[in-house]
């Protein structure tokens, strides 16, 4: 099995050719075509079709099956699953301006992909949302970087809960991140899930206005990540992205492996 995660990214709004829009719309199941009539502007229903043709295509190429023939399932708690390859694990996150999928080689990933400077990064959100601690760590924090800080602590918890597969069945106050120190991520999870397996974090810049988080749950070895940049069925382009954290797993002592750039 291959190792290692391998990380995608699309930018939908550089992606307008109508032949091209066409060739992906050729690679959707009906079930994909109704779902992604379902949204009112063009600009959704555009990056919807990019996301469903950046799924098949990459998939489709790594288990040896034409991107019309794959199938998905859900879980219970709604994350999807490759029907023929249901030990695969991979995730997708979307924003604007940016579409992100994950694939892991080796245990379960999940990512989140947020925009910056949307004015969702509230005080009252986070004391909502947060730990206790994580909302007073917020609150201490400058305002040049509490955007930043803030979707740390978002995408972080979203990338834990969808490499978990538990959905909103895991609340977002049930466990924490610290990020008081440079370069860092210390994590203390749930009191009811212990785990013997390792847990490791990244926090990513692929562009100026996106931040990312990765959680990698795995069995044996901390995994080496690789970025790209892609345009389906036209190229792809590997790129050294920025690092911004990443943890030191509790299960471990073994140097994290990051094919990336310090930020």
Not at 5 to 13: H, N, S
Not at 32 to 43: L, P, S, W, Y
Not at 90 to 102: E, P, Q, R, V
Not at 188 to 214: E, K, M
Request: include cysteine.
């Amino acid at each position: 099995m291959q190792q290692g995660i391998d990380l995608w990214f699309v930018e939908p709004g550089r992606i307008n050719s109508v032949t091209l829009l066409n060739a992906y719309r050729d690679l959707l199941t009906d079930d994909e075509h109704e779902r992604g009539a379902c949204f009112h502007f063009a600009k959704h229903r555009r990056d919807y079709l990019i996301t469903r043709a950046l799924v098949r295509t990459v998939l489709s190429r790594r288990i040896g099956l034409p991107p019309q023939a794959l199938r998905f399932e859900v879980n219970a708690y709604g994350r999807p699953y490759l029907r023929q390859r249901p030990e695969l694990s991979f995730n997708l996150s979307h924003t604007d301006g940016m579409i992100m999928l994950a694939i892991a080689g080796d245990g379960e990933i999940g990512v989140d992909i947020e925009q910056l400077g949307t004015r969702r990064a509230t005080q009252e959100l986070a004391e909502h949302c947060f730990a206790p601690r994580e909302a007073a760590a917020l609150r201490m924090v400058d305002t040049s970087r509490r955007d930043e800080i803030f979707f740390s602590y978002w995408a972080l918890k979203e990338s834990y809960v969808k490499a978990c597969g538990l959905g909103l069945s895991l609340p977002f106050d049930g466990f924490e991140f610290d990020l008081t120190q440079a370069q860092s991520i210390e994590f203390l999870p749930p009191r009811d899930r212990p785990t013997d397996r390792l847990i490791h974090f990244w926090l990513l810049r692929p562009s100026v206005a996106h931040l990312c988080a990765v959680c990698a749950l795995c069995c044996r070895h901390i995994p080496l990540l690789n970025a790209r940049y892609v345009v389906p069925l036209v190229s792809e382009k590997s790129f050294d992205i920025p690092l911004l954290r990443s943890s030191v797993s509790a299960k471990a002592c073994e140097t994290p492996q990051v094919n990336l750039t310090s930020y």
